[in-house]
């Protein structure tokens, strides 16, 4: 009886214990305060927020107040703080088209090429290993498939959808 009394005991620590901890996820005013301020004034560096600027004063969990902190100063704020604006060019692979698919040239020179393929089928018949990758355009109305056999091109075809 003495074993179930310690055993519940140590439950309900534990249960007090894990309530404790996780207070400060359930409660907004115990946990961690935004210490950053990015001032969107022209004034000195070391210049502290306004009283009327409620962005900086707005960061609650799990987005309370988040309305608050959205201003009409700029189309490109968010709470408050300036948000870039980043544009990268990522270059794409040219589309293969059915020549570009000699017999003999490895999967592994095509997706060197061209990437690797939309999409990808393998299978085995009388111990010979099949691949079929698909290529399609952005667009999606060409479709070029290569068909390997133990790695390497046996043939290829194109269609225009």
Not at 56 to 69: E, N
Not at 81 to 94: H, L, N, R, W, Y
């Amino acid at each position: 009886m003495r074993g179930i009394e310690i055993l519940l005991l140590a439950g309900f620590i534990g249960l007090v214990g894990v309530g404790v901890w996780n207070a400060r996820q359930w409660l907004p005013q115990w946990g961690t305060k935004a210490a950053n301020y990015a001032s969107t004034d022209t004034g000195s560096v070391g210049s502290s927020p306004s009283k009327n600027d409620k962005g900086a004063r707005a960061h609650g969990k799990r987005g309370l107040d988040s309305h608050v902190g959205m201003s009409s100063r700029s189309d490109l704020a968010f709470n408050g703080f300036p948000v870039s604006e980043t544009e990268v060019d990522v270059p794409m692979p040219k589309f293969p088209v059915r020549s570009d698919f000699p017999r003999g040239t490895t999967g592994v020179q095509i997706r060197a090429r061209y990437g690797e393929p939309t999409a990808r089928t393998t299978e085995m018949h009388d111990g010979h290993l099949f691949e079929h990758y698909y290529y399609f355009n952005n667009d999606r109305t060409q479709l070029t498939m290569a068909t390997l056999e133990n790695g390497v091109i046996v043939s290829s075809e194109s269609t225009a959808q």
